[in-house]
């Protein structure tokens, strides 16, 4: 079975950082990007970062870009998402999401920064 669990998140004060996980199994995951997305509170879920296994490359959605930083240990099937200077707008549940053609999505964990 295909399965992605994303974990880490927690309450942070303004300004601060946090390191999110996302564990994956069940699929030959050099071969997928694997992306981040969050789910404000009654809002839309949205991307915010995405990497490619095949070959390293990532995408940052402007409002995070020079703030968070995904990688990746194609070894452990892990992706990881270092978030700095964490604002109230970054609040949300974040999930992390395999495509390859077809997405497969995980239960997302909550990110709560306080101002």
């Known amino acids: 079975d295909v399965q992605l669990q994303a974990s880490g998140g927690g309450l942070v004060q303004s300004g601060g950082s946090l390191r999110l996980s996302c564990a994956a199994s069940?699929?030959?995951?050099?071969?997928?990007?694997i992306g981040w997305f969050r789910q404000a509170p009654g809002k839309a879920r949205e991307g915010i970062s995405c990497?490619?296994?095949?070959?390293?490359?990532?995408y940052y959605r402007p409002a995070v870009k020079g703030r968070f930083t995904v990688s990746s240990d194609n070894a452990k099937n892990m992706v990881y998402l270092q978030m700095t200077s964490l604002n109230p707008e970054d609040t949300g549940v974040y999930y992390c999401?395999?495509?390859?053609?077809?997405?497969?999505w995980g239960k997302g964990t909550l990110v709560t920064v306080s101002s």
């Open positions: 990497i490619n296994n095949n070959n390293g490359s990532t």
């Open positions: 069940g699929f030959t995951f050099d071969d997928y990007v």
């Open positions: 999401m395999g495509s390859r053609g077809v997405s497969y």
